[in-house]
């Protein structure tokens, strides 16, 4: 899961539950992989089958809550998040993913409540790497939307700055234009996790990626992706989610360099693959990439078509959010 190898890890999931049928973890995990692989329907199969056997963690509410979010069914997203309440050591979990569904629609304020309420619950718990984990969630979401973002992710690493915070503090701060600490985060992680394939060829080229973007130098980013292309539609542990950040790094690169139509093939591998992006933000920014895509290739009626897509997913947005203003000033440029 973890690497992307989807149709793999179904096959070890489904002898997992052979061998354990009452196993909560395989369930969640196979709900997960089917979602991965757009089979919507066996996934909500599986979450019955956990259902009857009387099965209920955190991690089956979970994939509940994000076939849910797919569907538009906010009565059982609410259902799962009024489950948790309360819950020490799950609550945190359901929090944060409705953080990342009020960022999703591009209600910032929103999202950082949950996320503030999520730490708070993590901290409850003593489980401080984790509460770091949705501290630096917020903070790439911040540096993603074109807001400071330093505060952010120093506050997650000052938290628990394990393998996953560092990585993706170092991320959040080359994407917010903090290169420098970007660049001493990064020799960091290669230090200590030599042997570490996530760290060593998905998050280190995409941090390298978003660094050479800072310094204009497209090509390079696309280069040092080349590595990551493998694992790009994997899971990023612990999250459950895939957050395909190499995808949309190599189509921020593309339009950096001005060729449209491979940028517009990038963003459209993350339209194309709902079930393992989610609800992470970076699901609905990928629709300003076709937009901008098109424009670079000349085709103005369809640029207004995949820019209005994205006006209408953020029709409820907070309205000073960076990337907000930059698509609509690009769209107003169409009419």
């Known amino acids: 899961m973890t690497l992307g190898k989807w149709e793999k890890a179904l096959q070890e999931t489904q002898e997992s539950l052979r061998l354990e049928p009452n196993s909560g973890m ?18 909500k199969a599986t979450l019955e089958q956990a259902r009857a056997r009387k099965l209920d963690s955190q991690f089956l509410r ?14 059982t997203m609410q259902q799962q998040l009024a489950w948790a309440a309360g819950r020490v050591g799950e609550e945190d979990w359901l929090l944060s993913a409705q953080s990342d569904t009020e960022a999703y629609f591009g209600r910032l304020a929103k999202a950082r409540e949950f996320s503030r309420r999520a730490v708070e619950s993590a901290l409850h718990a003593n489980a401080k790497e984790t509460a770091a984990l949705w ?11 074109g807001n400071p973002v330093r505060q952010s992710a120093l506050a997650a690493l000052a938290l628990a700055p394990g393998r996953e915070v560092r990585s993706m ?8 234009g903090e290169a420098a600490h970007a660049q001493q985060l990064l020799g960091g992680l290669n230090r200590d996790f030599p042997q570490s394939t996530i760290v060593q060829d998905y998050w280190l080229p995409s941090i390298h990626a978003a660094i050479e973007m800072n310094g204009k130098n497209s090509a390079r980013a696309v280069e040092v992706l080349q ?22 790094l190599r189509g921020q690169a593309y339009l950096l360099a001005g060729q449209g139509k491979e940028a517009g093939a990038e963003f459209q591998k993350i339209i194309d693959h709902r079930g393992i992006v989610l609800n992470f933000p970076l699901g609905a920014l990928a629709r300003v990439g076709p937009g901008r895509a098109l424009v670079l290739q000349g085709d103005s009626t369809n640029a207004r078509s ?5 006006l209408t997913l953020w029709r409820d947005a907070d309205p000073d959010i960076p990337i907000l203003k930059e698509a609509k000033a690009e769209y107003a440029k169409l009419q």
């Open 135 to 145: 501290q630096v969630d917020a903070a790439l979401r911040e540096a993603e939307f």
């Open 169 to 176: 503090a170092a991320l959040a701060l080359a994407l917010g």
């Open 62 to 75: 979970l994939a509940t809550y994000e076939i849910a979010f797919l569907q538009g069914d906010q009565n």
């Open 26 to 43: 395989a369930h969640s995990n196979l709900a997960w992989i089917q979602l991965a692989l757009d089979r919507r329907e066996d996934s």
């Open 306 to 310: 995949a820019y209005q897509e994205f």
């Open 227 to 248: 590595t990551a292309a493998p694992y790009e539609l994997g899971q990023c542990q612990p999250f459950q989610v895939g957050m395909l950040y190499p995808i949309y």
